[in-house]
């Protein structure tokens, strides 16, 4: 398949020639090859399609009536209140696990890491919506799913087997949460988390929203057991905004540890008024950063709306950028960042000028997006995209096909 008259990351017009799913070559644009078969990018940007390596689509309300946020304060709170309002919702489970993937893929969106809540009071039907989601859009995403202890591992007896279960039937991520603020036993819950990860040869992912000090003490538990286990690219911290904002000291010691055992950050871009991991340092240390939407509309916040390219606005917004570098790079973060945490596999991003994804041999994951930079594309956020995931178109202009 040719992908005609495309400039990939802003830069002069191309043809793409798609082979088995691959770039199979890179070429000057010639406006008279025939592109009979083949897709017209229009001289269109050309990226990587968008990473999603932090998204609960297990509690989504896209697609449904806006409801007042009724969540308390605080982790366990908001838990509850999830947990008092998810089966009361418009719409079935699956159905609108269904849509808010179908609505991440028409905005491109092809590489998804996915929270599944897996505990007492929903046991498995969380994960199961999640799962058959992945199965129906196969062909125009990867989803790997987290099996994730939203409620922590301890509080509830009975969590942990539930977990196990879903490991079984086909979850690729180990969750956990707050090991000290939580659960307040680190030692078991991360004893649990990395015993199972081990035990099914799967990644770690831990939520991390403790303060300061103590967010620091659990980064090391868990650095740990990942020099211990040999589980070096196999772990990511996600929020973590706290290791950030204790001393300058710290912060580069916790990142020359996390570069050292390739220990990856999912960040959601929240809005916080203490200092944050610098994006510029962490790619420059050799760390992995990709870029989640969190919640989408559900019932621990209002907002979301399955479009990265937002999400990147909102990382570049937050973390005060405003270079053309630095925003193209918060651009990266969203493609290729994810993507690397998805498959280590991928090689990191060397730098903020650092343009991957696009060259003879990479997998024909892009997307197709209007704008006269990336940067500008950002800004504007367009709704002219056309989605290719393996060689193949799977949305265009987001009508999915």
């Not at 650095?223 to 070096?232: D, N, S």
């Amino acid at each position: 398949m040719l992908i005609s008259n495309v400039r990939p990351w802003g830069n002069e017009a191309v043809d793409l020639e798609v082979t088995d799913g691959l770039i199979g070559s890179v070429s000057p644009h010639n406006p008279r090859l025939p592109v009979a078969g083949g897709i017209e990018g229009r001289g269109r940007l050309a990226l990587p399609a968008f990473s999603d390596v932090h998204v609960h689509l297990d509690s989504t309300r896209i697609g449904l009536p806006f409801r007042e946020h009724t969540g308390a304060p605080g982790v366990w709170g908001m838990m509850l209140n999830d947990r008092n309002n998810w089966r009361k919702a418009e719409a079935p489970l699956p159905e609108r696990v269904a849509e808010t993937l179908q609505r991440m893929i028409s905005h491109g969106t092809t590489r998804v890491r996915s929270y599944a809540q897996i505990d007492v009071d929903c046991k498995l039907e969380k994960f199961e919506a999640v799962l058959a989601a992945k199965e129906k859009f196969a062909a125009s995403a990867d989803v790997q799913i987290m099996a994730f202890p939203q409620a922590g591992l301890l509080r509830e007896p009975g969590t942990v087997a539930y977990l196990e279960e879903s490991l079984k039937l086909g979850a690729t991520v180990m969750g956990g949460i707050d090991p000290c603020q939580l659960d307040r036993d680190p030692v078991r819950h991360l004893d649990i988390v990395f015993g199972l990860a081990e035990k099914y040869q799967v990644d770690v992912d831990i939520h991390l929203h403790e303060p300061g000090h103590l967010a620091h003490f659990s980064t090391e538990l868990i650095m740990e057991r990942t020099r211990a286990l040999g589980m070096e690219g196999r772990v990511t911290l996600s929020h973590a905004y706290e290791l950030g904002n204790v001393s300058e000291a710290a912060t580069a010691g916790v990142m020359e540890a996390m570069s050292a055992l390739d220990i990856s950050w999912a960040t959601v871009a929240p809005a916080t008024s203490g200092k944050q991991f610098n994006l510029a340092a962490m790619t420059e240390a050799g760390i992995r950063v990709g870029l989640g939407e969190d919640g989408q509309r559900d019932y621990w916040s209002p907002y979301g709306d399955c479009d990265l390219l937002s999400r990147t606005w909102q990382l570049a917004f937050t973390h005060g950028l405003r270079q053309d570098e630095l925003i193209e790079h918060a651009a990266a973060i969203a493609t290729w960042g994810g993507a690397g945490i998805m498959d280590r596999g991928l090689a990191r991003l060397r730098s903020t000028s650092d343009r991957p994804g696009l060259a003879v041999g990479d997998r024909a994951d892009i997307v197709l997006l209007a704008g006269e930079t990336v940067t500008s594309a950002v800004m504007d956020r367009g709704t002219d995209r056309t989605v290719i995931h393996d060689g193949r178109v799977v949305a265009d202009q987001l009508e999915m096909l």
